[in-house]
């Protein structure tokens, strides 16, 4: 494993934390979905890779978050697990600070999912936004891998939020990597955006990729 991303997995949720960013429950009865496909450049035999991925949560109560993250390709799912995630201090402090616990599979093997979740809200001029720090172990019998998210996003106006997601990973199989995906919703109608993204690997495994989504609040 490079030091350099053992440096940038352990550093990220305190980066998060000092440029004030944040991760809150979903309100009790409140929830979200959010659909999405991506397409990759072509490989070496000349197909383009293509997978999907599908989240969902619902605020079961004030502080409990219950929800699932599926995903996979054209021939299988590679993940589907359920997870619930609850508040680590007083809902109204800013800084926010939350542990997930999931269950399911990963790869077609049992895998328990922690993670914890950092964050804050943030204001720039008269646009608001957020910045989030999202970190999980996966753990599974035949091994472990662990990820870490940084997300940064802005209002732009009524309808439109823009995003840039800093994403590392040290898999069980295969590279280390870093990869960077920026990316854009507009509101189509009330609790209903369109999402358009990129993915640019930046070190290690991975390829460039176009993101196409569905977000839907009810």
């Not at 072509?42 to 605020?59: M, T, V």
């Not at 957020?130 to 970190?135: H, K, P, S, Y």
Request: aromatic fraction near 8%; glycine fraction near 14%; charge should be positive.
């Amino acid at each position: 494993m490079s030091s350099r991303l053992i440096l940038l997995l352990v550093m990220l949720p305190w980066l998060a934390s000092a440029a004030m960013g944040g991760a809150w429950p979903r309100a009790k009865g409140e929830g979200f979905l959010a659909a999405s496909g991506t397409v990759e450049e072509r490989d070496e035999f000349g197909l383009y890779r293509q997978s999907f991925s599908l989240y969902a949560e619902y605020g079961a109560t004030g502080r409990l978050t219950f929800g699932v993250d599926l995903g996979g390709d054209a021939l299988r799912m590679t993940k589907a697990i359920a997870f619930v995630r609850w508040p680590l201090r007083d809902l109204a402090r800013k800084t926010k600070l939350a542990l997930e616990v999931g269950l399911g599979q990963v790869e077609h093997e049992n895998a328990l999912r922690p993670g914890l979740s950092i964050g804050r809200g943030i204001a720039i001029g008269k646009h608001h936004g957020w910045l989030n720090a999202d970190t999980r172990a996966i753990l599974w019998e035949s091994g472990t891998a662990f990820e870490v998210d940084l997300t940064a996003g802005l209002s732009l106006g009524a309808r439109v939020k823009a995003m840039m997601q800093l994403q590392a990973g040290v898999p069980d199989q295969g590279q280390d990597y870093l990869r960077l995906a920026p990316s854009i919703t507009y509101e189509m109608r009330p609790g209903a955006h369109l999402e358009l993204g990129l993915t640019e690997p930046l070190w290690g495994g991975g390829a460039r990729g176009v993101k196409l989504g569905l977000w839907r609040s009810f």
